[in-house]
Structure formats: structure tokens, C-alpha cells
């Protein structure tokens, strides 16, 4: 029996172009809810556009156009890129909808009525930060900036503002994160928050005075419009997508599993249960606070204008190159570096030399000797299989991509082990050892089958290419189940092109 399982990603902020922090969280995000499926979950998988705010409405402003055109072209630039790099969302959530919309104003309106006392007025003056769109502590100002702006300037604020009584609550997130310890994983993101609770919350303003770009909270008592805060907008997001308030929204909530930054795991971890538990609703399940992918050893970012070009690398050994090298070089619970260097030494020895390479090895041989069919060659249990598969699903389990990217590659290296230890092409020669043959052939075939699987959350159109030329006739994959005991006989091999050119290939074509 299948289980339900809904992913969600932050939804990213409309006011520059992706770059490979964003595209990480998302091809990361896709690897999760692929593994889900291969195991037979039902799966949601939602992202979108965080739409509202003062720093749409200020870089509008700088274009000379509306923030709804901002946002419009921003969301359209976002969701293509998505698509190019084979992100298997099948939900799309844009703060800018009007079901979020009704949907935020529903939640604020259900804590006024359950708990009215959580939310209060208060003159408030502080430093704020438009770029996280926060009011800053002393600990968060370096040198007159936000740490995570530094190329920003910091605003004095002062006006009368809706809070949101957060310390009431600080008791429970205590309660429960002791009772749930895998709520907020990893386990450094986890003790980060519990060093805050022990440090002492603080209420939280959830309106902007006279902020036009925002969904509109109810005005103050002197007769002031507020806009709802960009953060109490956005973090709902997560729960309109079911349909809430209406329909069957319940079938969906609470969220299997929250990915964000870990720069914003305050506002995940702490803030939205503490809204959701001040209007009487579950809390998601799990909350994972990856690292950042860092350029020379510093965070993509376009405040600090540390990037690079996305399109670029996208571009320069395809999609799933890509998607494979983020997973498989930056560690999915800490930060890891991008290089073009280490890009293209992983592409060369781990996808053109090692996968690649046997793809062709294996069909070629295949052809050559045997009419490209798969020698008859059934399988009790293929013990380096069996141990392949476990140690995977312990990584996915866990949400160790990079670990789990590790032990399905460990096949491919352990089948061009195998072809360098028996050279088949030798044996090919001496008619007394077409058994031994047949057996080398079909393990080829078992081992590539098994990788296409197993890669296939990192790789979806490069491994679904290499299964449809190992030719098993079947519809779909395998689940991991059936791969120790996999039968490849009479399976239809056909040779194709090159699956990964090397760089020096590439570069000529």
C-alpha cells in the first residue's frame, strides 16, 4: 500500500534571476520526491514564487514597471528554468494567486478567532533589513549591514505594527522538539534552534505600515493600513496548496517534508509551527535545513554578487551532468564548493569514463557477439546488488543525497571492475567459454539496469535513455526490490550514441 507523501520546497523570492543556491534546493528537492516514487509513494512536490513585500515593490520601482510585471516575467524566467533541468514538481504556488490570498487571510482570521490574544499592536522602531525582509539584532549587524546582505543598506524603521505573540509558544517548540527529534534535521540545524529557544524568543511584527504590495492585515487602531508581513504571507504557502480552507485540504496536511535553506530555518522550524499551533493545525512532519553551495568559498548570492553564470553550467554537459555533480560533490547536510574544475573532473572519470564507458562497452559486446539479445542467465540473488541497494536506500532514507549518489555509482564502478578483471573480448575468442561469456554479459547488463534505477532520482533523462537501450521490454523501471534477483535474459540491447561525450568531444561538436 502506498503512503502520501508531500514535498515542498521555499518558494523563491521574485526579485533577481536563480542562480546554483536556488537550483540546488530544487534538484535536490526533485531527487527526494523521485526515490519516493521509485518506492512507491504518492507523491506532492510543490514549489513557487514568494511574490509580496517591500523589495519587489522597491526593485518594480527601479525597473519602472509594476510589481505584478515583475513578478509575472520573474515567475515565468524561474518555472522555465525549473523545467530545463527535468524538476518533476507537480505543483506550482505563486503568493500573487488569489487561493493563497484567501487562504493567508483564512489562517490570520483562524488565530484572531482561536487565539485573539496573539496578536497585538505595538510602536516598533529597528533596524531592517529589506533584503530578508527582517528586523535585524545586534548580533546580525556587521559593520552597519545585515551579515546576510552585506551590500545592502540597513533601514531605521519606526510605526505602529500588528505582532504576533511568539514567546507564548516557546514552551511548546521546547516540548516539541524533545518529543520529536527528527523534526528539524540535520542534527547541527536542530541544536542551532535549540540554542535559541535557550536564549529566549522574541514577538515578532507581522505587518507593514501602509505597504501596498502585500496582502492586507487588518489596519491598526489609529486607522493606518498594514500589509501582511512578506514571511507570514509566504510561510502559508506550504498549507494553501492543499486547497485550505476549502475542499478535502485535510487529505494533504501536514506536510511530509519542509527543504529549505539553512539560513532560513528560523522562520520554518520556529515561526510557522508557532503559527500553525496558534490556529489549532498539525505541523509538518520534518523540516531539512540543507547547507549553501559556495563559489572560492563564499555563498551564491545576488546581494553580494558572488555567482556565476546558470545557464552556463547547465550548458555545459547538459541537465543531468548537472543535476549529478551538485548532489554528488556538495553534501546535502552541509555546505559544499562548486568548481569548473572539479565539474569536469567528476563529469570525465564518473559519468563519461565509468557509466558512459560501460554503456558502450556492454551494448557493443553484446552486439558483437551476441546479436545484442541478453544470453539466457537467470539469477538467484546478485549478492553486490543486494548490498548496493541497502546501503542506497539507508542514504535516500536519510535524505543523504550525496551519499546515496555515492552507492549507486559504486555499481557502475563496481561492473568496470568486473569487465577489467575477465575481459570478455578474451574470452570471446575461445568457443569452450561461451557460458562464461553469457554469465559476464548478462551481470553487465544486470549491473547497468541497476544503476539506471538507482541514478535515476539524479539523472531522469540520461537513465531513462540507458534503459530504454538495455531494451527489457517491460513498463518502467524495476522497483529496488527486484533488482538483486533481476532477470535480464533475452533482453534487446541496442548501441545508441554516446551516452556522456568527453569534454574534448563535446567541445569539438
Known amino acids: 500500500m502506498s503512503r502520501r507523501f508531500y514535498l515542498t520546497t521555499a518558494i523563491d523570492y521574485a526579485n533577481g534571476d536563480p542562480h546554483h543556491g536556488h537550483a540546488y534546493e530544487k534538484i535536490g528537492a526533485d531527487a527526494i520526491a523521485r526515490y519516493h516514487r521509485l518506492v512507491g509513494d504518492e507523491v506532492r512536490f510543490c514549489m513557487g514564487m514568494d511574490e509580496h513585500g517591500q523589495k519587489v515593490a522597491q526593485t518594480a520601482a527601479a525597473q519602472g514597471i509594476t510589481p505584478q510585471q515583475l513578478v509575472d516575467d520573474l515567475a515565468a524566467r524561474f518555472e522555465g528554468l525549473w523545467k530545463r533541468l527535468n524538476v518533476s514538481n507537480d505543483r506550482w ?10 487562504g493567508v487571510r483564512a489562517l490570520i482570521d483562524r488565530i484572531f478567532e482561536r487565539n485573539p490574544d496573539d496578536f497585538y499592536e505595538k510602536a516598533y522602531e529597528g533596524w531592517y533589513c529589506v533584503g530578508c525582509e527582517l528586523f535585524k539584532k545586534d548580533n546580525e549587524i556587521q559593520d552597519g549591514h545585515c551579515v546576510l546582505h552585506p551590500t545592502r543598506e540597513l533601514q531605521w524603521t519606526e510605526e505602529r505594527n500588528w505582532f504576533f505573540r511568539l514567546t507564548r509558544y516557546q514552551d511548546f517548540l521546547r516540548a516539541h522538539f524533545e518529543a520529536n527529534p527528527d523534526f528539524l534535521l540535520p542534527e547541527s540545524r536542530r541544536n542551532e534552534m535549540l540554542a535559541l529557544l535557550d536564549g529566549g524568543l522574541e514577538d515578532i511584527s507581522v505587518s507593514r505600515a501602509r505597504l501596498a504590495w502585500a496582502i492586507p492585515f487588518r489596519p491598526t487602531s489609529d486607522g493606518v493600513e498594514q500589509g501582511t508581513w512578506v514571511w507570514f504571507d509566504a510561510l502559508p504557502n506550504y498549507l494553501t496548496d492543499t486547497g485550505f480552507p476549502d475542499g478535502d485540504w485535510q487529505a494533504w496536511w501536514p506536510a511530509q517534508m519542509h527543504v529549505v535553506g539553512k539560513d532560513i530555518i528560523r ?18 512532519q520534518r523540516v531539512w535545513g540543507h547547507g549553501f553551495v559556495l563559489l ?18 547547465v550548458d555545459r554537459f ?3 551532468a548537472f543535476r549529478y555533480f551538485l548532489l554528488r560533490e556538495v553534501p546535502w547536510d552541509s555546505d559544499g564548493n562548486f568548481s569548473w574544475e572539479r565539474f569536469t573532473e567528476r563529469y570525465t572519470s564518473e559519468l563519461a569514463n565509468g557509466l558512459g564507458n560501460l554503456a558502450s562497452r556492454s551494448t557493443s559486446m553484446l552486439a558483437k557477439y551476441r546479436d545484442g539479445v541478453v544470453p ?47 575481459q570478455p573480448w578474451s574470452i570471446a575468442k575461445d568457443p569452450s567459454r561461451a557460458d562464461e561469456l553469457d554469465g559476464i554479459l548478462a551481470t553487465m547488463v544486470r549491473y547497468l539496469a541497476t ?27 524495476p522497483s529496488l526490490d527486484e533488482l538483486a534477483t533481476l532477470d535480464v535474459s533475452g533482453w534487446k540491447t541496442s548501441a545508441g550514441g554516446i551516452l556522456f561525450p568527453r569534454p574534448e568531444v563535446a567541445a569539438a561538436a
Open 318 to 320: 547538459g541537465a543531468d
Open 376 to 422: 539466457a542467465s537467470p539469477v538467484q540473488r546478485d549478492e553486490a546488488v543486494a548490498r548496493a541497494v541497502e546501503v542506497y536506500r539507508a542514504a535516500m532514507d536519510a535524505n543523504l543525497l550525496h551519499q546515496g549518489a555515492e552507492a549507486a555509482y559504486e555499481v557502475v564502478r563496481v561492473a568496470n571492475g568486473l569487465v577489467a578483471e575477465k
Open 93 to 102: 504556488v505563486r503568493t500573487t494567486d488569489e487561493h493563497h490570498r484567501r
Open 451 to 477: 544503476a539506471a534505477v538507482l541514478l535515476s532520482p539524479f539523472m531522469p533523462q540520461k537513465t531513462a535513455e540507458l534503459w530504454e537501450r538495455l531494451g527489457s521490454g517491460r513498463d518502467g523501471m
Open 267 to 284: 522562520l520554518h522550524a520556529i515561526i510557522w509551527p508557532a503559527m500553525l499551533q496558534s490556529a489549532g493545525l498539525p505541523l509538518p
Open 296 to 313: 572560492g568559498g563564499e555563498r551564491f548570492s545576488k546581494s553580494s554578487g558572488v555567482g556565476l553564470d546558470l545557464g552556463e553550467a
